[in-house]
């Protein structure tokens, strides 16, 4: 019995320890230094950039071994609000921010379409804005409406407070409500996984994602492709924006800019995203940046 | 110096006093999550009211509707869907392990029973999506993100509890009580269905509430197999959105009322269980009594 109550003791010690160390772990990834020459980076928020966020942090740790980058998901409010309280030194968005949301260092980093997609069985091609709204209203309910099989719509939209949800509300609902019969996922990955096993359904996910397991459809005539939005015929995207508290400075700034380099750009080209240089040209925030760090650095 | 005996108890009541403040953490962090539940929730129900609270099914916070009518309905159907798929199981599982299965037999099935009680919910999810939504899809009509599949999968999953806390209440009828009953001629089936099960009645009844508990708190496999949809299901191949999937899944973008809002819907949740958990315990003790 004694035995026992001791092991008990020992284990909730041992947990406890275990606790705070895990504490003191999280404390110090939170600050740019860790010592020993390790500098750390954390990104936060949106779940449509955190792919891409994560691919230029991988090159970026390549090309820059003693940094460390972190990127977390948690959607665009909270990376807005990562941003805004300091918790992320980049919050990410893949939406505009709101009105009361501004008073954050904005760095659009590159465009985003949202593309609809249907299953490849599906022999839809294309949709004018209207009956996607309509669809996306409870209107129209059923394939047969649009010429096809009688069969219901499976309607997949993502949940509310999502930045491809925000976008798709602003860009295609415009004042409409989606229906709350609506099926809701929590991800582009599973509204596409979704969609390619029903035959019956229809999504809307970024246009970076989109697979042979779906099939995107035009809108209103344009088929989404980077050529479409590049020659603004396609008008459904959206920025994919780094929100930072200040003007970012130091490590946050160099990653930034990194990002916004050719190189970075192409990264985000080959997948499947719009650079941002060919809407808004070079941003001045790296000149000087780059003037200097060529110096220092290498 | 050897101890006296005054030294030993003193020894005795500091182990005691240590032990009994861990004891109480644990009903600390209740008494926290309680009260932080409630800070966070309550002034957002006092803001909207009650009534447009709890029973309006618009739920719409980025536009100001804050109606949990339809999830709270979810909720409970999915629960007795659970029940109506998992109860009979584990209970006829619990009576094959205590009155019929051999010695052999319980050694396999038991620490089955307890591996299935170890898969993490998310794997559940998978599997629900993975295979039995399209089965459902394909042979039942609905997107097959339904209320059905829901249930399915959550009975499966209250089995571990429903069937080890009626497989105690099955042991614990006394030999006397079954001896009694295959004196007077009483087959082995009959014992068990006019005796055995009789007896062992609230101790049966408290594993199906507590069944119940767990299934109307389980949250990961739900978001990923019943489609979160906000409506009032009106059959059961309907998509459907419990009150826990639907804070998980804004949890992460949820801020100033939203956030709130999700915290309400915690209180509402916390009473449910709270109520359920009271049913079970009246049940237990009403059997001790006996």
Not at chain 1, 216 to 235: C, H, L, M, N, W
């Amino acid at each position: 019995m004694a035995a026992r109550l001791v092991k008990g003791a020992l284990t909730f010690v041992c947990l406890i320890a275990l606790a705070v160390g895990a504490q003191g772990c999280r404390k110090k990834k939170k600050s740019q230094k860790t010592g020993r020459g390790y500098t750390s980076i954390i990104i936060a928020g949106s779940t449509s950039v955190q792919p891409f966020a994560e691919k230029l942090a991988e090159m970026y740790m390549v090309k820059y071994p003693n940094v460390i980058i972190n990127v977390q998901g948690g959607g665009s409010t909270a990376g807005i609000r990562s941003a805004q309280m300091g918790i992320a030194n980049i919050g990410t968005s893949s939406r505009n921010l709101h009105p009361e949301e501004k008073g954050l260092f904005e760095i659009p980093i590159a465009y985003d379409g949202i593309a609809v997609i249907v299953n490849p069985k599906n022999p839809l091609k294309n949709l004018s804005s209207e009956t996607l709204r309509a669809i996306y209203a409870g209107r129209i309910l059923n394939w047969k409406q649009l010429g096809g099989v009688d069969h219901r719509i499976t309607t997949i939209t993502r949940e509310e407070g999502s930045g491809t949800r925000g976008a798709f509300e602003e860009l295609v609902m415009e004042k409409t409500e989606i229906d709350p019969g609506c099926i809701v996922e929590d991800s582009n990955g599973s509204v596409r996984e979704l969609v390619s096993t029903d035959p019956y359904s229809i999504g809307y996910i970024s246009l970076g994602l989109v697979n042979k397991q779906v099939k995107a459809i035009a809108i209103d005539g344009v088929f989404p492709s980077v050529q479409t939005i590049k020659e603004r015929r396609y008008r459904f995207y959206r920025p994919f924006l780094f929100l930072t508290k200040k003007k970012p400075v130091g490590l946050t700034l160099h990653f930034i800019c990194y990002v916004l380099s050719p190189e970075g750009q192409r990264i985000l080209a080959k997948e499947g995203l719009i650079p941002v240089t060919i809407i808004h040209g070079e941003s001045t925030l790296c000149q000087q940046q780059r003037q200097t760090s060529g110096k220092k650095k290498k | 110096m050897p101890a006296t005996a005054a030294d030993i108890r003193k020894k005795e009541k500091i182990i005691q006093r240590v032990f009994l403040i861990i004891a109480f953490s644990s009903l600390f962090s209740l008494f926290l999550i309680a009260l932080f539940i409630f800070i966070e929730g309550f002034p957002m129900i006092m803001k909207v009211g009650l009534k447009d609270f709890l029973l309006s099914t618009r739920w719409s916070p980025t536009r100001g509707h804050y109606g949990i009518f339809a999830m709270i309905v979810s909720s409970f159907w999915v629960t007795i869907g659970a029940l109506l798929f998992g109860g009979p199981l584990g209970l006829m599982c619990s009576i094959f392990l205590v009155e019929f299965a051999s010695a052999r037999w319980r050694a396999i099935i038991k620490p089955a029973l307890e591996l299935l009680a170890g898969i993490p919910s998310v794997v559940y999810g998978f599997l629900g999506v993975v295979y039995l939504v399209p089965l459902v899809r394909d042979y039942l009509g609905g997107p097959g993100l339904s209320l059905l599949t829901s249930c399915i999968i959550l009975g499966i999953m209250i089995l571990p509890t429903v069937i080890s806390i009626s497989v105690d209440a099955l042991v614990a009828v006394p030999n006397s009580y079954r001896e009694a009953a295959f004196s007077l001629g009483g087959t082995r089936w009959q014992t068990t269905y006019m005796v055995t099960v009789h007896a062992a009645k609230s101790g049966i009844i408290t594993a199906l509430v507590l069944g119940m508990g767990r299934a109307v708190g389980e949250t990961m496999a739900v978001i990923m197999i019943s489609g979160n949809a906000l409506k009032i299901p009106t059959s059961i191949l309907d998509p459907i959105r419990t009150m826990t999937s639907n804070i998980a899944l804004e949890m992460g973008y949820a801020s100033g009322m939203h956030r709130q809002a999700l915290f309400a819907t915690g209180i509402v949740l916390f009473f449910f269980v709270m109520a359920l958990n009271t049913i079970a315990t009246l049940f237990a003790r009403r059997k001790a009594i006996k």
